[in-house]
């Protein structure tokens, strides 16, 4: 049978030739050379895949929560312009949900000292920002435990607390 090039490609003889042709480590490093391309194909087309992937999640859940902030400005401004033309008073929500907003800055709440007794003229300051409290941060102080500046957003927690008037 005769070798020929089709196409510009060598022919399966002329290729077990040239193979045949290396001494054994020679054909045992392109074996090895060619798993390894094998492989390397591999891996590549699995991180493109799910590089892919990720770049598809991501832009769908970008889109969600821009749908999401475009639904919930609407909300808000159909609410506020209802209760505004109604003029009927927002319901109050819970005490519960005053902090709801602040849970995730539980864990930057200082531990204020054990306080007995505040008497209510007694000034106490922030030690973030160095202003005084107001008479509400007292007593949500009081009554609840805990407070936040007005301020600055720094969180305080007193275990015992007392306000004499």
């Not at 194909?41 to 769908?60: D, N, P």
């Not at 000034?123 to 005084?132: D, Q, R, S, V």
């Amino acid at each position: 049978m005769e070798d020929r090039v089709i196409f510009g490609v060598w022919s399966w003889n002329e290729f077990i030739g040239w193979y045949g042709s290396l001494p054994i480590s020679g054909q045992i490093l392109f074996i090895i050379a060619i798993f390894a391309a094998i492989s390397l194909l591999f891996v590549g087309l699995y991180y493109l895949i799910k590089g892919c992937i990720y770049l598809i999640y991501y832009i769908l859940l970008g889109v969600a929560y821009l749908l999401y902030g475009i639904f919930l400005a609407f909300y808000k401004l159909f609410e506020a312009l209802y209760y505004g033309i109604t003029g009927k008073p927002r319901p109050l929500k819970n005490k519960e949900s005053r902090f709801k907003f602040h849970k995730k800055r539980i864990s930057n709440i200082m531990e204020s000292p054990v306080v007995k007794t505040i008497p209510k003229d007694t000034n106490l300051y922030c030690t973030e920002c160095g202003n005084k409290y107001t008479d509400s941060m007292k007593q949500l102080l009081a009554t609840e435990g805990m407070t936040f500046c007005s301020y600055c957003g720094k969180g305080f927690k007193a275990q015992i607390i007392e306000v004499q008037n």
